[in-house]
């Protein structure tokens, strides 16, 4: 399956961004679905998942500000994000688990800055 994420930007703090993640395949009987962000010279994070039955999972530090949420039926993973930091500056990627291998999008630019 190949993921196409989208949707970054710049934006000031406090604001808000929503980002988008096509799947080239149903999403429909994917257990696992989430987004990662990997800010510069820092390890790769997760920022949100979603599990088969819509059980959601955050961090401390995104709960109440971000929320993971599909579409079966336009393939697509989305990442609404509120009340934006500038520590929340990153690349942003959507990942997927498929029979145990982990499948990747390309990756889409956050920046938060007044």
């Known amino acids: 399956v190949q993921l196409q994420a989208s949707g970054g930007g710049l934006v000031q703090p406090g604001g808000s961004l929503r980002l988008s993640c096509a799947a080239s395949?149903?999403?429909?009987?994917?257990?696992?679905m989430g987004w990662y962000r990997q800010a510069p010279g820092k390890q790769r994070e997760l920022v949100a998942a979603?599990?088969?039955?819509?059980?959601?999972n955050y961090p401390d530090s995104m709960k109440g500000r971000f929320t993971i949420s599909t579409d079966n039926a336009k393939n697509t993973i989305y990442l609404q994000m509120n009340s934006l930091k500038p520590e929340d500056t990153a690349v942003y990627y959507c990942?997927?688990?498929?029979?145990?291998?982990?499948?990747w999008g390309q990756g889409t630019l956050v920046t938060v800055s007044s």
């Open positions: 990942n997927v688990l498929i029979a145990s291998r982990a499948y």
């Open positions: 979603i599990i088969s039955g819509g059980r959601t």
């Open positions: 395949a149903s999403i429909f009987s994917i257990s696992v």
